[in-house]
């Protein structure tokens, strides 16, 4: 019993630390996409916070400046898109994926040019990386049944920005629905024509969107390399981006939903890592290849099934163009 419960901690436990780039970027694509900013490009704003991040903390030794260069980098390719797409009223979809296509070459290439290790960046020492939050009264609840084990294993010893992300998840929930800012963000998103005529600008609210985008999205990669992980490796983010886009689609652009969609996504993923190279009865050892590819199948499975049912923000993808 006590070995089934400790197994079933640590899968929960495995699947918060999982679940936090998920989460970030996804609610980082909900900002900008109820402004009615569709954002293709988070896969390439998260690669771009997990290299700078890494690689100003592997420099300078100080994880919170690596967390500040991760963010810069963030914002900087967020305004890029908003240039693009705001100012110039060029294709979303197609800026979103060049930032992707971008980031994924630029960033090895530096990495190479700087550290000259194969297009990744040294490994980080333990005081380059985002630390984690240990908390009171571990030992005192050791004993204590059931109480004790969730105490520890999904509670204690958690990196900060898990912490800073389930703060990020109510704030956005009280901002989207409660503040005027959020009124004035999810309007723009569904008719911009109104908030343009209320003496609001429609581009201003847009670019606002975006800043809030490009701030997760760095934090995202500056936990996948500096926090999660121990350093900058090619491709790291593999496709977290776009399941945070799936997501996103799956939760109907709304947090509560969306949430439950990225720890979905984060459970089968720490279940497969758990899986491999394990013989399960009749069944036998599953192919590594297989396990790996589970939570890109259930995401395929998920939006055939529910994308025709989500209604994205009626102004979505499509550039405001102010009537003169």
């Known amino acids: 019993m006590e070995d089934a419960l400790l197994l079933a901690l640590q899968l929960l436990g495995a699947t918060v630390r999982v679940a936090t780039p ?5 609610f980082a694509g909900m900002y900008c996409e109820r402004a009615g900013v569709v954002d293709i490009g988070l ?18 030794l100080n994880p919170w ?8 980098a963030g914002v900087t390719l967020a305004m890029v898109h908003g240039f693009a797409c705001i100012t110039h009223n060029g294709n979303q ?48 609840l050791a004993g204590v049944p059931v109480l004790g084990p969730i105490y520890r294993e999904l509670f204690n010893g958690n990196n900060i920005l898990i912490w800073v992300t389930l703060v990020l998840v109510i704030a956005t929930h009280w901002v989207l629905h409660r503040s005027r800012f959020g009124l004035r963000l999810r309007a723009v998103g569904e008719n911009p024509a109104a908030v343009d005529t209320a ?7 847009r670019y606002q969107a975006l800043l ?3 701030v997760l999205t760095g934090m995202a990669g500056a936990y996948l390399s500096t926090g999660h992980g121990a350093g ?11 399941l945070a886009l799936a997501a996103l689609i799956f939760g109907k652009w709304r947090p509560g939903p969306t949430l439950f969609a990225c720890l979905l996504f984060a459970f089968t993923d720490a279940v497969q890592v758990r899986l491999q190279g394990v013989e399960l009865p009749v069944i036998g050892v599953i ?25 994205a923000p009626k102004a979505s993808g499509i550039p405001y163009v102010k009537e003169r």
Do not use: C
């Not at 003496?199 to 609210?205: E, F, I, M, P, R």
């Not at 900058?232 to 776009?242: I, N, S």
């Not at 290849?289 to 055939?304: D, E």
């Open 22 to 26: 998920l989460v970030l970027a996804a």
């Open 43 to 60: 896969e390439g704003k998260m690669l771009a916070g997990a290299f700078f991040s890494a690689a100003v903390a592997s420099a300078t």
């Open 65 to 72: 400046l690596g967390l500040l260069a991760g963010i810069a």
């Open 93 to 140: 979809v197609v800026s979103g994926m060049a930032i992707n296509i971008l980031v994924a070459g630029l960033a090895p290439t530096l990495a190479y040019a700087w550290f000259h290790q194969g297009g990744q960046t040294p490994l980080l020492p333990n005081q380059a990386r985002i630390p984690a939050v240990d908390l009171p009264g571990v030992d005192a």
């Open 199 to 205: 003496g609001l600008s429609v581009a201003t609210l």
């Open 212 to 214: 809030v985008t490009g």
């Open 232 to 242: 900058f490796v090619r491709d790291m983010t593999a496709g977290k981006g776009y």
């Open 287 to 311: 192919p590594v290849q297989f396990i790996q590819m589970l939570p890109y199948v259930l995401t395929v499975l998920l939006l055939a099934g529910f994308v025709g049912k989500a209604i």
